[in-house]
């Protein structure tokens, strides 16, 4: 069993930080992409950004600058250090991860998180 748990949500003001986490655990062999994404009331879930297991990173337009992705391969995690957050930034962020379990032969899976809410006030 593979499971992906995030944490670091919650309400902060327009203007200031938050960082995400999330943790995968359990039979892990490897795992290739992690990414953030995020959805708003009303929007479709869409990329915050994505990093590979070689370091990689890749960012949606509105969060460059503002938004870094980062990952611990030791530890299965992922992070997504935010700042400048606007009230438009509020949304559910979820973690996804590409992994090849133990015990099964060069498959990946794609996992997801339960997700974090973020809110933003203005």
């Known amino acids: 069993q593979v499971q992906l748990v995030e944490s670091g949500g919650g309400l902060v003001q327009a203007g200031g930080s938050l960082r995400l986490s999330c943790a995968a655990s359990?039979?892990?062999?490897?795992?290739?992409?992690m990414a953030w994404y995020r959805q708003g009331p009303g929007n479709q879930r869409e990329l915050v950004a994505a990093?590979?297991?070689?370091?990689?990173?890749n960012y949606a337009d509105s969060m460059k600058g503002r938004f870094y992705i980062s990952r611990d391969n030791a530890k299965n995690t992922v992070y997504l250090q935010m700042n400048s957050l606007k009230p438009e930034d509020t949304a559910v962020y979820l973690c996804?991860?590409?992994?090849?379990?133990?015990?099964?032969?060069?498959?990946?899976?794609?996992?997801w998180g339960q997700g974090t809410q973020v809110t933003v006030s203005s």
């Open positions: 996804k991860a590409d992994i090849q379990p133990y015990g099964v032969r060069s498959t990946v899976f794609r996992y």
């Open positions: 359990g039979t892990i062999f490897s795992i290739n992409d």
């Open positions: 990093i590979t297991s070689g370091g990689n990173t």
